[in-house]
């Protein structure tokens, strides 16, 4: 497998991005997934963002932002990531769960503790002038 399909919820507020670190990982990460079977993306990451950090998305809410390719971090060379985002209110109070070790409000100016493609949306939400 050359290509890992995801889906990332993309939450801002006061200028930051809501991201993820999952236990014994170091990269922060856009919070989401992968779809199971059947699945449409509206279902895959309310499923993984309820999974992660306890709160429901809301569907009505939901909207595209982009799609993001980049080097899988902790895979081959070669093996890529296209990550869907999807930008969604959510109803409930954000708390780790799962796999999550913590969570994190970051800027551009945390990067460096991102992981490639997190990166490549961090730069393209300050194109849009989403995030500091």
Avoid at 8 to 32: Q, T
């Amino acid at each position: 497998m050359n290509s890992i399909d995801k889906l990332a919820w993309l939450y801002i507020e006061n200028r930051k991005l809501l991201c993820a670190r999952s236990k014994g990982k170091m990269p922060f990460y856009s919070p989401g997934g992968k779809r199971e079977a059947g699945e449409s993306d509206q279902q895959a990451l309310m499923r993984e963002i309820n999974e992660e950090l306890s709160v429901d998305l809301i569907p009505e809410s939901m909207e595209y932002a982009g799609t993001f390719n980049a080097q899988a971090d902790g895979k081959p060379e070669g093996v890529m990531v296209k990550m869907t985002c999807y930008y969604s209110r959510y109803n409930g109070t954000l708390q780790p769960a799962s796999e999550i070790e913590e969570t994190a409000w970051l800027t551009s100016a945390d990067k460096s503790k991102s992981s490639l493609v997190t990166t490549l949306i961090m730069d393209w939400l300050v194109s849009e002038d989403k995030i500091d």
